[in-house]
């Protein structure tokens, strides 16, 4: 008996009506392993018609067994949409090794012809995170070495279900005054932290007091599904005795530190949710060495907060020397003077 000589295979493709599609515009590659070796491969294929893979006369000998197995790299433009790669008993080019007669081409028990790689959905790809900066940060934080809650920082991949994930491995905050020029983070936080559920996900190593910006590192990515939002909430350790004043914690595109695919076509694009993620978050959070009661109480009885015309920046615009003692009147000064000097008479008698 004489070995098979296997020349080439004839590929057809698809829709899922089984109608033809044009090969070249879902197909970046089709590779053939022999045996899990690649022994050939179609790179271009062709705009119309079958993909046609010369097998350079692979032999198979008499009452041998070997496997083959077809594998695609699909085009990064590839319209959604069913595919199928089809395979016909003519598409089966094998000759006889010694009379090089073509040999009758039948499927092994319990398969049928032609063969098929079953129906597979494409899908766009994962390309667009989008990223919302949401402040909860208090009015006045103490200097005092505590952790507080700056933000809340919800991450969306808006892939439909069934693409693939984006994955995030760092964050890049920067900081800003009152009036959205840079400034240092470093002079009122001595950490920066990222929480997910409770558990921390990323952080920044020990700021110093010049740090004008905050780098997140995790030691694993946040791998991101399509849409299922997650939040991330970040926080920051105060820096005991820290600088007095008012500051802006914010998050540009740039600053999403995305796990880029290999391919150009694939790139992941970060966007902002409700605010372009290019201009400064809006929100402030601001420092006083003054008690943060009375702090408090100068800022809700001020005329513009009791009104309700007021923005994040109410602090920074009306206290920008800081807060001090006398923002916050007394509505009887007379009886404070009163108390002052019923306390001084009895201490003279």
Excluded: C
Excluded at 55 to 78: C, F
Excluded at 157 to 171: K, Y
Excluded at 221 to 238: G, N, S, Y
Excluded at 318 to 345: C, N, Q, R, T, W
């Amino acid at each position: 008996m004489a070995a098979v000589r296997l020349d080439r295979l004839v590929f057809g493709v698809q829709d899922g009506a089984r109608a033809p599609l044009p090969p070249a515009t879902y197909i970046d590659v089709l590779r053939v392993r022999w045996n899990g070796v690649v022994i050939a491969s179609v790179p271009d294929p062709p705009p119309t018609g079958n993909i046609a893979v010369d097998l350079g006369g692979r032999l198979l000998a008499p009452g041998a067994t070997d496997s083959m197995s077809v594998e695609l790299d699909l085009e990064p433009t590839a319209p959604t949409g069913f595919l199928e790669l089809m395979l016909p008993a003519s598409g089966i080019v094998a000759v006889d090794a010694n009379s090089n007669q073509p040999v009758a081409v039948a499927p092994e028990i319990g398969a049928s012809l032609p063969l098929s790689s079953g129906l597979a959905r494409l899908e766009p790809p994962a390309r667009t995170l989008v990223a919302d900066l949401q402040s909860v940060v208090s009015a006045v934080l103490p200097a005092d070495g505590s952790t507080v809650v700056l933000a809340r920082l919800v991450l969306v991949n808006t892939a439909v279900p069934g693409s693939g994930t984006i994955a995030v491995q760092s964050l890049r905050f920067g900081g800003g005054d009152a009036d959205f020029a840079p400034q240092s983070i470093g002079a009122f936080a001595s950490t920066l932290e990222a929480y997910r559920g409770g558990v921390l996900w990323a952080s920044s190593a020990p700021l110093t007091v010049d740090s004008s910006s905050v780098s997140l590192s995790a030691a694993n990515p946040l791998d991101l599904d399509p849409v299922a939002p997650v939040t991330l909430e970040i926080r920051m350790v105060t820096r005991p005795a820290g600088a007095a004043g008012s500051f802006r914690v914010s998050l540009d595109a740039a600053g999403v530190g995305v796990i880029q695919p290999s391919s150009a076509l694939l790139a992941i694009t970060a966007l902002g949710m409700r605010r372009n993620l290019h201009e400064t978050d809006d929100f402030i959070a601001a420092r006083s060495k003054s008690p943060r009661r009375n702090s408090l109480r100068a800022l809700m009885q001020h005329p513009r907060f009791v009104s309700g015309n007021f923005n994040t920046g109410l602090i920074a615009e009306e206290y920008p020397k800081g807060f001090h003692a006398e923002d916050v009147p007394h509505d009887d000064p007379a009886m404070l003077i009163a108390v002052a000097a019923s306390i001084l008479g009895l201490r003279m008698r």
